[in-house]
């Protein structure tokens, strides 16, 4: 049986695998373009978009998508009722025992399969009217770029058996014309004006090659010079070029000409009109304008600093706050970086889902604007869900929810207050767990700061404040954490790429209600402490009691933490058997840390560039750093510590430490829908004053954003193979590049590599040497993992899976590479959008 179905499998895999199956004769299937530019082939990525015809898309080589198309038939019958005349012997038997209901669902159910195969691809088809459009295409190309003597030939070369066919394209593109003298004439006196005392500098220079792209750029920087000084009619049309490209030294003069006047239409003639600079005259806000009620008259207006500020119903924003928004004020001259800003400002507040600016010349002046501002504004409350499954080392299976309510101009200033609920429930290894939490948060669109302080932040930087307040308790999770969270958060856009945020008072107290389960949860330390008790034992010739036949592992926790503190004040013990004694003393640090509460009370400044433009933009870099500190203020105002020397606040342990995280992120688009990315991360923990670092905020290594050849919390840190359930450090190093490409439809692939660790940088005696960080050769102990990906993109969401194998284990004795590089020692991740 199982040979029939291989060899079934196999011819279905053959017959698709006929590439040129619906290729019909004397038609030919594109297989390669071949691009040759001055006899020289070359890949010519920066062509490809100008060439029609491609071929059909590649995964590893192979045309998949076509393979899946080729397995339909477009001769098949397309309804039921053809499809039962064409299989009326199967259709009868399906209608005989069952019904004509599901005889048609039978049919179409082998209707929509084929219909599904030919949604993929078709063979691409040499057309000769596109292989000649492409070849214009590209000598236009040429001639953008100063080469006006270029030619482009093209070959179609046909394989008749194979019916399949490549196309080359033979390019000359003879020597570039060159910039000679350049001429600037400005007929206007007011546009002269403008241009000598902005002392803007011309990119067109002598002697620089001709480019169609610098002299598009040239129009735009004087477009926006003069629209930016108050020449609100000024457009490219006003602009000329003029080049000469027949001399025969491939040079020529240039003459930029900038028009006198603009020509408008009245009473069916046009007429010139001499440019002006223009000013505001007058500007009015409609707050609630909608379509259906653009005829209506407003029924309610108040006018501040010379803002109109109008309604159809009563006014419901108070006018100090969203003039704030409004950058071109009556008396200004118009500009359109403000009218821009304007609109983007607005937009950012998220309580109108459209914004329209309309400019119309008053009545009697031919330099003045009358400026409308049309805001039709969204549902004021918004009510938002969320759902999540989970899966990973630590949990089994999860599922979590979350439920918000906006509410938008709650206090009358386009604030956005929203409150938010959250649970989740899961199954672990050591049984069901839950987690409920709330929290409310305010985001105020300027800066709500004491002593004048966002006076230092102009309004165009769009400043935000965020203050919030949250709670959450878990059930089974770990021991049980509960926590209290308190945010002040300022932030601000420092340029269009540029971002700044300032948490001035980011506090959350942590509180672990169930310490007693710390064993059951680490049963890894349990079996370690167990070890080095039954030395103890044998060394003092006496019984600890532990672990203790007849109790489970959490009521022993009590006598676990009686036998370390025996072992750890035992000097005999430390000299006689020091490993052991490291052990149970390195177990009792480690549970001191995690059973204790925190206080964390952070200061921290983040800057943030992007360089995406859009979402669509995947030729971009990334760069975030956040520097924060924790405990420093409350730490000169207590002197109190507790038993195990730590200073605290109302008794509660303080964190006092800082912490630096640095992400890079650089993207390129490698052209054929391919993109290549590469993300590098660093971050340090630096405790002071005796501090630990709470569990929550140390580093841990594995993921699915991570590396992913290894589960969260199983690496490291260092070249340590501790097999506790979780591994964390206080310095860690990842990197990663990765190569996106289409398969066929909304599939996508990946190849990946990620390498990274985390060590211990804090100095602490109890650490093991392999798990510190000492310096360069550290790095020897980067673990690497590699893999491959697959991605469903839906453009709203991206669904992941991604297969990780290692390929260095840091913390293997002789071979390190290839050792586990196996589908059964393999990851299998699961995640939500790209890892980076």
């Not at 691409?124 to 214009?136: L, P």
């Not at 360069?776 to 893999?787: E, T």
Request: glycine share 6%; aromatic share 14%; net charge positive.
């Amino acid at each position: 049986m199982k040979k029939i179905s291989f060899y079934f499998l196999f011819a279905i895999f053959s017959v698709s695998c006929n590439s040129t199956k619906h290729v019909a004769e004397g038609e030919f299937m594109l297989t390669e373009n071949i691009i040759n530019i001055d006899s020289i082939k070359t890949n010519g990525s920066e062509l490809q978009k100008y060439i029609l015809q491609k071929r059909n898309p590649r995964f590893l080589g192979l045309p998949l998508g076509l393979y899946l198309h080729n397995l339909g038939n477009h001769k098949k019958p397309e309804t039921p009722a053809e499809w039962g005349i064409k299989n009326s012997k199967s259709y009868n038997i399906v209608k005989k025992i069952f019904s004509e209901k599901q005889s048609i669902a039978y049919a179409n159910s082998f209707i929509n399969l084929n219909k599904w195969f030919l949604k993929y691809p078709r063979p691409e088809i040499v057309s000769s009217s596109k292989v000649k459009r492409t070849a214009d295409n590209l000598w236009a190309y040429y001639k953008t770029q100063g080469y006006f003597k270029s030619s482009v030939n093209s070959i179609i070369n046909k394989d008749s058996t194979n019916k399949k066919a490549t196309v080359t394209y033979y390019i000359k593109k003879g020597k570039p014309t060159i910039l000679d003298t350049i001429n600037i004439k400005i007929e206007s006196t007011a546009l002269d004006s403008i241009y000598k005392n902005s002392g803007l500098e011309t990119l067109l220079k002598t002697n620089d090659q001709y480019k169609d792209q610098v002299f598009r750029n040239e129009a735009s920087k004087v477009v926006k010079l003069f629209r930016n000084s108050g020449v609100y009619h000024f457009a490219e049309a006003a602009l000329g070029f003029y080049v000469d490209s027949s001399r025969k030294d491939y040079k020529t003069n240039v003459d930029f000409i900038i028009a006198k006047n603009r020509l408008i239409e009245e009473e069916g003639r046009y007429i010139e009109k001499p440019f002006r600079v223009h000013t505001i005259k007058e500007v009015n806000v409609i707050t609630d304008y909608s379509f259906t009620k653009k005829d209506e008259l407003p029924t309610d207006s108040i006018s501040y600093e010379g803002i109109n500020f109008l309604s159809y119903s009563k006014l419901k924003y108070n006018p100090k706050y969203l003039s704030q928004s409004i950058f071109l004020k009556p008396g200004e001259v118009y500009k359109d970086t403000l009218r821009n800003l304007t609109r983007t400002y607005l937009k950012s507040l998220q309580n109108f889902k459209s914004t329209s600016i309309k400019f119309t010349s008053m009545s009697g002046t031919d330099n003045e604007l009358k400026m409308d501002v049309f805001l039709a504004p969204l549902e004021k409350y918004t009510l938002g869900t969320e759902t999540e499954l989970t899966h990973s080392n630590v949990r089994n299976f999860g599922v979590s929810g979350k439920f918000s309510i906006t509410d938008r101009n709650a206090f009358k200033g386009a604030e956005l207050l929203k409150l938010s609920f959250l649970g989740s429930w899961f199954n672990a290894n050591t049984g069901p767990g839950w987690e409920i939490g709330a929290d409310a948060s305010v985001e105020i669109p300027r800066f709500v700061a004491p002593f004048g302080l966002s006076k230092f932040v102009p309004k165009a930087m769009s400043p935000r404040t965020l203050f919030s307040l949250g709670s959450s308790f878990q059930k089974n999770i770990g021991l049980d954490r509960q926590t209290f969270t308190i945010l002040t958060d300022y932030k601000w856009q420092y340029t269009p790429k540029k971002t700044i945020q300032l948490e001035v008072l980011n506090t959350q107290y942590i509180q672990n209600l169930n310490v007693s389960s710390f064993f059951n949860i680490y049963s890894s330390e349990f079996d370690n402490l167990d070890n080095v008790a039954e030395v103890f034992d044998n060394v003092k010739n006496t019984t600890t009691n532990f672990p203790l036949d007849d109790k489970d592992i959490i009521s022993q926790s009590e006598d676990a933490l009686r036998f370390m503190s025996l072992v750890s004040s035992d000097t005999d013990f430390q000299n006689s058997n020091p490993e052991e004694y490291n052990t149970a003393v390195n177990i009792l640090d480690r549970y001191n840390i995690i059973t204790s509460d925190f206080l964390i009370p952070t200061i921290a400044y983040t800057y943030t560039y992007n360089g995406q433009s859009d979402f669509q933009d995947t030729n971009f870099s990334f760069f975030r750093i956040r520097i924060a500190n924790s405990g420093n203020i409350l730490g000169l105002l207590s002197n109190n510590k507790n038993a195990n020397n730590k200073k605290t606040f109302l008794t509660v342990p303080l964190a006092q430490y800082f912490k630096t995280d640095i992400d890079f992120k650089k993207f390129w688009d490698v052209g054929n829908n391919s993109v290549f990315g590469f993300r590098t991360f660093l971050g340090a923990i630096i405790t002071y004053d005796n501090s630990d670092i709470p569990f929550t905020k140390s580093y841990f290594a594995g993921g699915s954003n991570d590396i992913r050849a290894w589960q969260t919390y199983e690496l490291g840190p260092g070249s340590r193979n501790s097999g506790l359930e979780f591994n964390i450090g206080s310095f860690k190093f990842l990197t990663s590049a990765e190569y996106r490409f289409n398969i066929v439809s909304k599939l996508k692939g990946a190849l990946f590599i990620d390498a990274g660790n985390i060590w211990d940088i804090s100095g602490s005696s109890f650490v093991e040497d392999e798990a510190k960080f000492t310096g360069f050769s550290s790095l020897k102990n980067i673990a690497v993992g590699s893999g491959f990906g697959a991605r469903l993109d839906f453009n709203f969401l991206i669904l992941r899976f991604d297969v990780g194998f290692k390929t260095y284990e840091p913390y293997l004795n002789g071979n390190k590479w290839f050792k586990n590089y196996s589908f059964k020692d393999a990851v299998y991740n699961v995640g939500i959008n790209y890892p980076f």
